[in-house]
Each structure stands twice: as structure tokens, then as C-alpha cells.
């Protein structure tokens, strides 16, 4: 089990995300998101992780966004009814990441969260 959480020291759910796994002795690496940014493979395999748990991959890239951030209208207003649209909101998520609900945490590469999900982790153990 490869676990890593990618957030902002200040996101208290981060905060709560590293304590569950530290209380369950899970050896997992926090990656700041104001440091460094999760690379094009990484942001797809949460992408597509995400997918398999909602209905379409459009519906994975809305649960990935965080409405409550900052800069969410620069996202908010763009057309996600065709495949273009959604892909520019995607290509916008990439280049902002934080407008990603956070944390996110992954398992490898196949599974991954966003947000604070620790019914979900207890599933990885």
C-alpha cells in the first residue's frame, strides 16, 4: 500500500487525513499542493479512479471540484454539455489545483479519494 495525500498544510481536513493514517500506523507521503503540483499521470489516474465510483467521468471532475475555493467562478460558469466543455473544465482543474476538494489521497495507482473519506480507506486496509 502506497499512500499519498496531496493538500495544503492549512486544509483541516488534510490535517485529519494525515491523522487517521498515522493512528492506523499507515506510512503514507503529504505532498503540498503550494510546493508541487500532482503531475498530468497523477491528476488522471485520481480522474479516472474517481470515475469508477460516479457515473461518468464529467460527474468525477464535478465531485473533484471544491465550490467553496477561493477562485471556484473561475470554474463555475464554464459549459460542461459537450465533450469540449468538459474538457476545458477539466484542463482548468489541472492548471488550478487549488480548486481541488482536498485531500486527495491515493492508493497506488488504481484507487484514490477526494476529500475527507475514511469509510473508503478503511477499505484499503
Do not use: H
Request: proline residues 2%; hydrophobic residues 35%; aromatic residues 10%.
Amino acid at each position: 500500500m502506497t499512500i499519498q495525500i496531496f493538500g495544503t498544510n492549512k486544509n483541516f481536513d488534510c490535517k485529519k487525513a494525515q491523522m487517521w493514517f498515522k493512528e492506523r500506523r499507515i506510512p503514507f507521503q503529504f505532498i503540498d499542493l503550494k510546493e508541487k503540483e500532482m503531475s498530468r499521470g497523477e491528476f488522471e489516474s485520481v480522474v479516472q479512479s474517481i470515475s469508477k465510483t460516479v457515473a461518468s467521468r464529467k460527474d468525477a471532475i464535478q465531485e473533484m471540484i471544491d465550490k467553496n475555493a477561493k477562485n471556484y467562478s473561475s470554474i463555475a460558469y464554464l459549459d460542461d454539455s459537450d465533450s469540449q466543455g468538459i474538457q476545458a473544465i477539466e484542463d482548468k482543474l489541472f492548471e488550478n489545483q487549488d480548486l481541488l476538494k482536498q485531500p486527495v489521497v491515493r492508493n497506488g495507482k488504481t484507487l484514490a479519494t477526494v476529500g475527507l473519506s475514511p469509510k473508503i480507506w478503511e477499505t484499503w486496509l
